[in-house]
């Protein structure tokens, strides 16, 4: 008996998995040149009726009340159509592709550019009719180029951008030297060198290292790709070629990318040991706010971490909770990235100076492929993108609107990063897969290069040529990470 | 019994024939129809829809789905589980198919002896009497097989397609036999890292197993001398330990050990430079924090099962091995430790299997770094994570799936050797 049932077993397996039976090439019943423009497949014009949309919104959304104010007005808008817009009530990080095809997923989705692409390639999301947008042309073209791909031969987008994510400098106000007008302003515009061009920065910190205070100046974990990465961006490296879409070709180390490894090499000689660990990422918050530090380089969506903890300090110092937190909103001030200098030399008096290319994200809705109202989850994508609810969300979450309009509108640090967007100095995250694979080789890189300052006699980058090969073998990596295994 | 040696009768036949139908023709209706009602559901499963699940097993779909223009596609994936499954019933219905045969032959044999036909309640009552250990374990049985051996089959089917990477639905999959154990076996890239991490993993595998074993069994010992007061709350703080979820410790250690953490605080207020213990260039510094970091993990296991071993020690040969002028070391080498050896090499494999596989401790630890000299790996990566950075990171499923089969391989030889060669299988009467 066992034996029969294990000849059995070894037969049915081995005859379709031995012989690799099976179609090798699978019927494709789509002919692309029958097929109408996808758009108008989707989108007929016409809303559905009495409907239920699935919203998955961001957490802080939910929690801060916005998503509430959004959905209210929409569905008060649409009530004589019976559209009900609800919180799909499920994790923000929540896998699409996975969970939409047993029908268990949204049916308009607010993620980041980068999470929203993936889900392009097994056509889980709908492209998105966006040219007739009522607010198309408010939004700069990069942004859009993050949600902008090629599906059957044609480039459509795939989802609507709604805020701008990168990066930005905090630094304590109070920490500035007294006399920082008179001998730290040399351009006399009543803003502090040393937070207008990173060799005033270093300057600044290698002062306050030599003073013996325990103190540091400008302070990260140098680790961290996205913070790291613009360093490279600036001095002409890239991800992915053909901008950030061609994973065939990986350019971390071209141009001159290798002077902007040299800049966070010097940078790394004026913080401690703690940039080289993550060290700085977990207590920056608490070292900023205790003096240790005086700047730091973060997103802007922790600000309130910054001033929760500025605001204890100054109550153990004993302020009342109102003052202590109006002196921490006055002391914490938060602006846009350092110039760079084109030679990369931190220590040249008087430079050219070059902006600093970060490393950013854009975050927008997108509809799912699997709902089963396309134009009334169109017509909301259109209404929690308008002027109106773009500004609300600013003014409740602080997030920097992809949108001219209103960043102008918003004025101060929005109009600063969406201006930085507009002039392609935020380098959008790419949108595609193969993004995955960049993180762990470019992470041992920026920890090997931040231990490199704190290295005696084995000292690894002692020469561009060095961190020129350095981020070779990083490319390198990347590349066989992404083409060694695909199939 | 053997049903060739004797002459199969006209109801056995009908049962061959037909299911159920022997059983109806000796008068036994409940059985029977019980029977007859199991070949209509098979029929019925294999017409409507057991068929076409085979013929997807083997096809894995022909049609992709595009949503965008409401073409409904096949999913490879659920064709390919929907396929084991119907494979899996057909084996249940043989199995069934000749349980009927050989009932009938059973009763025919009765009949012969001048017996009469069991009825169903008599067939019921034999299953909650002397045939108990197939009621009990009927469940038990359909639980393994469909959370247990389904997904280690699905497991090993897709080892043999092109599911992963790009290639997942909607997109179909295909057979593809032995490529990606080709791939992996050929790839210049592979065989140098696999070697290292290979070395790395057995030295590991062997030096935590050792450590985290022997100190649990001295734990064990030292708590059990009657010298030691407060045994009870020095057992608890080992719990302790043990109960905080895993990857929660080696969180809190993995921040004790940085550069920001307490120890190097420490140090530096001592006057001395931060030690970069986890950090790139700590290789050895790191795979030994590991070490330790596991031993205060697991330790606490081994010597709560160690300390029920030792009550079980014969006392009297102990008293005896005393009054012989044993000394306690040879108390120990001659009498406990044989005796413990024996009842825990099994738990002593299952340590070494889950110290093989220990993916957590230096993913938490230690991970995301890729060193020179390794290929998408780390110095103090074991074969586990260097499969996840090499196929789950990527979804390549398919290579994940053959190298699991290939540490599977390595991990059961292993096993099995050191089961054979231990006293748990060769001397399994002695404690008896």
């Known amino acids: ?114 999470s929203i692409m993936k889900y392009v390639e097994g056509k889980h999301i709908y492209p998105i009719p966006a040219e007739s947008l009522e607010h198309y042309s408010q939004i700069p073209e990069h942004a859009w180029d993050a949600y902008k791909s090629e599906v059957d031969g044609k480039a459509y987008y795939m989802g609507v951008p709604v805020n701008v994510q990168t990066s930005m400098l905090f630094y304590r106000k109070d920490m500035l030297p007294k006399d920082w007008e008179t001998n730290w302003d040399k351009n006399k515009n009543k803003v502090p060198d040393m937070v207008e061009n990173w060799n005033d920065l270093y300057k600044y910190s290698k002062s306050i290292v030599e003073s013996g205070t325990g103190k540091y100046g400008y302070m990260r974990s140098l680790y961290d790709v996205y913070f790291s990465s613009g360093f490279l961006f600036s001095y002409g490296g890239y991800i992915f070629g053909n901008q950030n879409t061609n994973p065939e070709e990986v350019g971390l180390s071209a141009g001159n990318a290798e002077v902007g490894a040299n800049v966070l090499l010097q940078l790394a000689s004026v913080m401690n040991e703690e940039s080289i660990d993550d060290s700085i990422t977990v207590n920056g918050y608490s070292k900023i706010a205790d003096g240790t530090y005086f700047a730091m380089m973060t997103t802007p969506d922790v600000y309130s971490l910054f001033i929760k903890e500025l605001t204890l300090e100054y109550e153990k110092k004993g302020m009342g909770t109102e003052s202590a937190k109006a002196l921490a909103e006055e002391n914490l001030v938060v602006t846009g990235l350092p110039l760079l200098p084109a030679s990369g030399d931190l220590t040249e008096e008087n430079p050219e100076l070059i902006p600093l290319k970060a490393m950013g994200g854009i975050n927008g809705y997108a509809i799912s492929a699997y709902t089963k109202a396309p134009n009334a989850s169109l017509a909301f994508v259109e209404f929690a993108t308008s002027y109106e609810m773009i500004m609300k969300r600013q003014e409740l979450l602080g997030s920097i609107p992809a949108h001219s309009d209103a960043a102008k509108a918003t004025g101060g640090v929005s109009e600063i990063v969406f201006n930085n967007l507009s002039e392609g100095n935020i380098v959008v995250m790419p949108s595609i897969t193969e993004m995955v694979q960049v993180w762990s080789p470019a992470e041992t890189f920026f920890t090997d290069l931040a231990k490199d300052a704190f290295r005696t006699s084995d000292k690894k980058y002692t020469s561009l040529e060095e961190l020129k090969n350095g981020l070779k073998v990083v490319d390198q990596q990347i590349y066989d990470a992404i083409h060694t295994l695909s199939n | 019994m053997n049903m060739f040696t004797r002459k199969i009768g006209k109801n056995v036949i009908a049962s061959i024939c037909l299911m159920g139908l022997g059983q109806l023709m000796y008068g036994q209706i409940g059985k029977g129809l019980l029977y007859l009602a199991i070949l209509a559901c098979g029929v019925l499963y294999a017409a409507l829809r057991g068929f076409s699940d085979l013929a997807g097993f083997f096809t894995l779909g022909t049609k992709e789905k595009d949503a965008w223009f409401g073409i409904e596609g096949d999913n490879s994936v659920v064709m390919l589980l929907m396929g084991i499954l119907f494979i899996a019933a057909i084996m249940l219905f043989i199995s069934l198919y000749l349980s009927n045969i050989r009932d009938a032959y059973e009763t025919q044999i009765l009949v012969e002896k001048g017996g009469k036909p069991r009825t169903f309640l008599e067939d019921v009552k034999k299953l909650l009497d002397e045939k108990f250990y197939k009621t009990a374990l009927f469940l038990p049985v359909i639980g393994v097989s469909i959370f247990s051996i389904l997904p280690i089959v699905f497991m090993i089917a897709v080892a043999f397609t092109n599911y992963g990477g790009n290639i997942v639905p909607p997109k ?261």
């Open chain 1, 1 to 114: 008996m066992k034996r029969f049932f294990g000849i059995l077993l070894v037969v049915l397996l081995t005859v379709g998995q031995l012989t690799g039976c099976g179609p090798t090439e699978a019927v494709n019943e789509k002919d692309p040149s029958a097929q109408t423009d996808a758009l108008t497949s989707i989108y007929n014009g016409e809303l559905e009726r009495n409907v239920t949309l699935r919203i998955l919104e961001n957490d802080t959304a939910i929690e801060q009340g916005y998503f509430k104010q959004l959905i209210d007005a929409f569905n008060e808008k649409y009530k004589d159509y019976g559209i009900v817009a609800v919180d799909a009530n499920m994790d923000q990080r929540s896998n699409l592709a996975d969970d939409g095809p047993y029908g268990y997923g949204p049916d308009v989705l607010y993620q980041a550019n980068d």
């Open chain 2, 172 to 432: 179909l999959v295909d057979w593809v036999g032995f490529k990606n154990f080709i791939q992996i076996a050929t790839l210049s890239k592979f065989a140098p890292t696999f070697g290292k991490i290979l070395n790395w993993n057995l030295l590991w595998a062997v030096s935590s197993t050792f450590l985290n074993y022997f100190a649990g069994l001295g734990l064990a010992l030292l708590l059990n001398k009657k010298c030691v007061r407060g045994t009870i709350i020095w057992r608890a703080f080992p719990i302790l330990a043990y109960a905080i979820p895993g990857f929660i410790t080696l969180l809190g250690f993995r921040f004790m050990f940085s550069y920001g953490g307490p120890i190097n605080q420490i140090i530096m207020d001592m006057g001395y430079r931060a030690i970069g213990f986890l950090d790139i260039d700590a290789k050895w510094m790191a795979r030994l924090i590991g070490l330790l970091v596991n031993a205060w993990i697991t330790v606490p296991s081994i010597m709560l099962l160690a300390t029920g071993i030792l009550t079980n020690v014969d006392v009297d040969q102990l008293e005896a091995a005393k009054i012989d002028g044993a000394k306690r070391w040879k108390q120990f080498t001659k009498i406990v430790f044989p005796f413990v050896l024996f009842s825990t090499t099994p738990v002593i494999i299952g340590q070494f299997i889950g110290n093989f596989n220990n993916f957590g401790i230096f993913f938490f630890l230690r991970g995301g770094l890729y060193m020179d000299g390794y290929f998408l790996a780390s110095d103090t990566d074991l074969l586990i994570n260097w499969l996840y950075n090499l196929s789950i990171n990527n979804n390549y499923y398919n290579i994940g799936a053959a190298i699991s089969l290939v540490i599977f391989l390595i991990t059961s030889m292993i096993s099995l050797l050191v089961y054979v060669k231990s006293p748990s299988y060769k001397e399994e009467d002695i404690y008896r």
